[in-house]
């Protein structure tokens, strides 16, 4: 996981870099000032952009009312998530004009176990709720996380990736 800084605005987003060779140039939109602009993986990798830890798992947003996928690591503790708004604190603050979306709607809490990252997700509580491969969370309802699950907060649903699980089965 790369991070890149818009030109414009400062703003700081996440891309998986696995995804292209060097040779490409890769197009980036804002998320922050919607500014397109180009930068190629040598430019990255020349101080534009840095390293992201996802040591503790990351989740990637896919569907939004922008229509672009945005990638965000995961830390020790709570990992509050929540719509980006001015003069709301977060840790996670996800790009969307979707007002079903609480400004602080669920938290994911990421402690070790075994050696390994182990990811909890609760609801914050929100008004439209916290669904977790498609089920919704009680109030005050801790459910485990697993590589690939699906969470959905409003209209936006993101994917969890936990390292070192991606090679485990998991049935439910």
């Known amino acids: 996981m790369k991070q890149v800084v818009c030109p414009k605005c400062g703003k700081t987003f996440a891309f998986d ?7 490409c140039n890769i197009s980036f ?7 397109r602009f180009v930068m190629s993986l040598d430019e990255i990798e020349a101080g534009k952009g840095s390293d992201l830890d996802s040591s503790y798992g990351y989740i990637t947003v896919l569907e939004n009312s922008f229509g672009y996928r945005q990638e965000f ?15 709301t604190e977060v840790d996670i603050a996800i790009e969307t004009s979707d007002m079903s979306m609480d400004r602080r709607h669920c938290i994911i809490h990421v402690k ?41 907060i409003g209209a936006a649903t993101f994917i969890v990736h936990i390292p070192g699980e991606e090679d485990d089965e998991y049935c439910e």
């Open 17 to 23: 870099e696995s995804r292209y060779d060097a040779s």
């Open 29 to 35: 939109i804002c998320p922050g000032c919607r500014k």
């Open 73 to 87: 690591p995961l830390h020790p503790g709570d990992n509050l998530i929540g719509r980006a708004s001015r003069g």
């Open 112 to 152: 070790e176990k075994g050696g390994r990252p182990q990811l909890t997700l609760r609801d914050n509580p929100s008004l439209t709720g916290t669904f977790l491969r498609n089920t919704l969370l009680g109030n005050r309802e801790r459910a485990l996380l697993h590589d690939g699950d699906v969470v959905s």
